[in-house]
């Protein structure tokens, strides 16, 4: 099985000969999803109708049909920066949730716009790393995931891939947002983004009084598993009729390449964000 990266190289390669590839992922997988998919046409039917743009809509379906017949080229990406589309930007002093910090390059973004950064890592390896990015650019960096409540779980410890998992081999915590806010103290919560490793619907259920309350921006990604496609914009609707949603697919940044690796692409100026099936994110406001 090929990484994103190198099924990208692959892909140009044969397009510039004219070739259309076929494969960047295991086609087997393709066919299952291509079974889940077709089971549940009414509820792909209904997300893609509740969003709020053709692009919206044609990145929805061009996500599907990419998927379920494993071709990068029928992917629609957006040339917006991730988290930040047009029209969902935070203003100076907002509070901003950032589920997923893995060394805190969102928090660091989000912090220089003049937003108030709370930013929670499962990994200890990865909440070690973005500890002098927190300090340096004043955020505050949680080793904590983000869930449905508070306890003790285990997971499998994979640099930006970190997963919970019954049998993974470390331990960790985990807290639901709407217990965090109450712990500190928060009187608002502006901007929500999540990109934890398929446990962005259990954290939506952790942030629900929030969600209420508030109504937050919200930066959910919504690849990690096959029926975020449509659950994770239906749940969200379920407690605020009143969102609008938007969809962008986003290219890929591989922040698990080695210094040495980075150190090639930069030589040869080859680009550090190239097109994969993944960093599909649902906009929220």
């Given at each position: 099985m090929l990484t994103d990266s190198w099924a990208n190289g692959f892909h140009n390669f044969?397009?510039?000969?004219?070739?259309?590839?076929?494969?960047?992922?295991?086609l087997n997988i393709a066919r299952m999803t291509y079974d889940v998919y077709f089971n549940r046409l009414q509820l792909l039917y209904d997300t893609y109708n509740s969003l709020n743009d053709d692009e919206s809509r044609k990145t929805y379906l061009s996500d599907i049909l990419g998927i379920v017949s494993a071709r990068l080229d029928l992917f629609r990406y957006t040339d917006s920066p991730q988290y930040m589309l047009a029209g969902y930007l935070p203003k100076k002093g907002d509070v901003f949730i950032d589920g997923g910090s893995f060394d805190g390059a969102t928090a660091v973004d989000f912090a220089a716009m003049g937003c108030n950064v709370y930013s929670f890592e499962l990994d200890a390896d990865n909440y070690e790393k973005g500890k002098s990015n927190a300090q340096k650019y004043n955020f505050q960096l949680e080793n904590y995931g983000l869930g449905e409540r508070k306890q003790t779980i285990h997971y499998e410890p994979a640099a930006t891939a970190s997963r919970i998992a019954a049998d993974g081999a470390k331990e960790a915590k985990i807290i639901d947002i709407d217990t965090y806010l109450r712990q500190k103290e928060l009187s608002q919560v502006d901007f929500i983004k999540m990109d934890i490793e398929g446990a962005?619907?259990?954290?939506?259920?952790g942030a629900a009084a929030t969600i209420l309350r508030y109504k937050p921006k919200l930066?959910?990604?919504?690849?990690?598993?096959?029926?975020d496609k449509w659950t994770i914009l239906s749940y969200i609707r379920s407690l605020r009729p009143d969102y609008q949603f938007d969809l962008r697919h986003h290219l890929t940044v591989d922040y698990g390449f080695t210094e040495e690796q980075n150190a090639i692409y930069e030589k040869y100026e080859l680009p550090m964000q190239y097109p994969a099936a993944g960093e599909e994110v649902l906009y929220a406001r």
């Open positions: 044969f397009k510039k000969l004219g070739i259309k590839t076929v494969g960047f992922r295991d962005e619907m259990s954290a939506l259920r930066a959910i990604c919504t690849y990690h598993k096959l029926e």
